[in-house]
């Protein structure tokens, strides 16, 4: 490092705005369950969640901004915009989780689809400690095995209950509705495994 790159101060700033993104995250998991829990009052739980993603677009813009105006940035630029980009993609896929599930018009919410639910807001808290915990190589390696096992937990509760909707003889519309849901919850598990793997690559390289 150059002297004048030690002489101006390093934009911190970065970490208070990826805790703020993790936090619309969790945020929107935890709204995402509690739709499934309570499919009566559809259309208000997919605006709120819809506030939420807007939130988050607008945070990843700042974002963004900002590493074009930092002449010095904590962690390189690419995985800045890298880290904000996966982030967002999470939180979009919430949202379009819980669109699809309005579009569908499902009224009863089969199980699985809850214990997804449920992985999904395991999965948002574990990045959210991972990502406060960025500069802490050792705590963000066990957030990321968290993380992963959310996903193999996921995987196991889709094969199953996919598996299940062909049993018998199913309502073709049904097993329609339900594997387009579970395919869309899987989607969004795998994506928190996208933030985990470019969170323990930044971790790694600024040990």
């Known amino acids: 490092m150059g ?9 911190e700033q970065f970490f208070d705005l990826f805790d703020q993104l993790t936090a619309h995250l969790t945020q929107a998991a935890r709204m995402l369950g509690a739709l499934f829990d309570d499919p ?20 990843t813009v700042t974002i963004n901004q900002r590493i074009d105006k930092s002449f010095i940035t904590p962690i390189d630029r690419e995985d800045i915009h890298m880290l904000a980009s996966r982030l967002d993609d999470v939180i979009d896929l919430l949202d379009g989780t819980s669109r699809r ?15 997804l639910a449920r992985v999904l807001i395991d999965a948002a ?8 915990a960025i500069r802490e190589t050792k705590l963000v390696t066990e957030q ?3 993380i992963k096992k959310a ?8 094969h199953e209950a996919v598996g299940g ?4 003889h199913p309502d073709p519309l049904e ?10 919850l899987e989607r969004a598990t795998d994506s928190c495994m996208g933030v985990a793997q470019v969170l323990q690559s930044i971790s790694l390289k600024n040990a």
């Open 3 to 11: 002297v004048l790159a030690r002489l101006i101060p390093r934009d």
């Open 144 to 146: 990321v095995a968290f």
């Open 40 to 59: 009566a009052h559809i259309a208000d739980h997919v605006r709120s969640i819809k506030d939420v993603e807007h939130r988050a677009d607008a945070l």
């Open 165 to 168: 909707l062909f049993l018998g």
């Open 151 to 158: 996903e193999e937990e996921a995987d196991a509760i889709y």
């Open 125 to 132: 808290e574990h990045i959210q400690t991972g990502v406060a």
């Open 175 to 184: 097993v329609m509705k339900w594997k387009e849901m579970y395919d869309t």
């Open 101 to 115: 599930f309005e579009m569908l018009h499902i009224d009863v919410v089969k199980e699985p689809a809850r214990q």
